[in-house]
């Protein structure tokens, strides 16, 4: 079992940054793949980006990539979310959420909520303009 915590949600402007962070308790999170989903309201949860277990991949959804960063820390078993250059389009709760599987060269899986098997409770953001 995986718990997941969500931290450093808020209210910024457009323009501004911030750092979510995702705290997870088990020993076996370093082999957890780990992703970051949000849903705005009236809308379906969406992808946000991925960090494969060792951290050297990391794949972004089109409407964040060169604005968002994932890392993590597997020494602390957490992950981050830097965002930067935040919209008003961005206002919505995040998710954490930790794979046990491995998806290989299928890496369209990880884009999937289903895919994964542990999800946090979100933390709220929002950007306003």
């Known amino acids: 079992q995986v718990q997941l915590v969500e931290s450093g949600g808020g209210l910024v402007q457009a323009g501004g940054s911030l750092r979510l962070s995702c705290a997870a308790s088990g020993r076996t999170f370093r082999s957890y793949t780990m992703g970051w989903f949000r849903q705005a309201p009236a809308k379906e949860r969406e992808f946000v980006a991925a960090?494969?277990?060792?951290?050297?991949?990391?794949y972004y959804a089109g409407s964040v990539k060169g604005r968002f960063t994932i890392s993590r820390d597997n020494a602390k078993n957490t992950v981050y979310l830097q965002m930067n250059s935040l919209k008003p389009e961005d206002t919505a709760g995040y998710y954490c959420a930790a794979s046990s599987r491995d998806a290989g060269l299928l890496v369209g899986r990880l884009f999937v909520r289903d895919w994964y098997d542990y999800w946090g409770q979100g933390t709220q953001v929002t950007v306003s303009s």
């Open positions: 960090i494969t277990w060792s951290g050297g991949n990391t």
